[in-house]
């Protein structure tokens, strides 16, 4: 579970989760005018960050990088039945700093000089498909599911997420809404995995 995400910058609010079904939306009140809308209240922003505290590639954001260059943004949340808080800036993507018991955690970090708990961005992703999705990584399939992807399913962003239930984004390969599908609803998706690799050859063919 996410318990909360913030900054360093008090420009961004504090945005806190409860158990259960939360939902982040812009009030009109009987004094709003035609020009306050829903729009630019920064839902599509939060969504953003959640993606970003969560190991997406900066470059695949919609955040205005430049502007944002000295924030830092924090996530609380649990990781393998603890609770954790992760760190990572706008100026040092590459690198997630972890605060709290990382003994137990599935994939150790690493230590800097300073006595830092870090881990970079690639290990990151596959500690969180491991705890929150429990990716184990020993499959000897070509295609495989992706901690990033399955999380895309449940932190929708763009219009095109919600066009089609089985895909979070308009050009999604067959094969991988196979496959993620199949992870999440517990089925076997080694078979989409093989499947793909035999149309591989196929086009190898010709």
């Known amino acids: 579970m996410i318990h909360k995400i913030w900054s ?67 996530i609380s949340l649990d990781l393998c039945g603890e609770t954790f808080t992760a760190k990572r800036s706008i100026s040092n993507a590459k690198i997630i700093e972890i605060m709290g018991d990382v003994s137990k955690l599935a ?36 295609y495989v599911p992706s901690f990033r992807s399955l999380v895309s399913y449940f932190t929708r962003k763009g219009a095109d997420a919600y066009t089609d239930p089985f895909k979070h984004f308009r050009n999604q390969k067959t094969y991988d809404l196979q496959i993620h599908n199949a992870y999440l609803l517990g089925l076997n998706w080694v078979l989409a995995s093989e499947a793909q690799e035999i149309r591989d050859k196929e086009s190898a063919i010709k």
């Open 8 to 74: 360093n910058d008090k420009r961004f609010k504090r945005v806190e989760f409860s158990v259960g079904l939360n939902v982040i939306l812009a009030e009109r009140t009987l004094e709003s005018g035609q020009k306050d809308t829903r729009n630019g209240a920064g839902k599509t922003t939060l969504l953003n960050v959640m993606h970003f505290c969560l190991g997406a590639d900066l470059h695949r954001l919609s955040l205005p990088k430049n502007e944002l260059e000295d924030w830092v943004f924090y």
């Open 107 to 142: 994939l150790p970090p690493e230590v800097d000089s300073k006595g830092t708990t870090f881990y970079k961005n690639d290990d990151w992703k596959n500690l969180l498909g491991k705890c929150l999705f429990k990716i184990r990584g020993e499959s000897s399939t070509k």
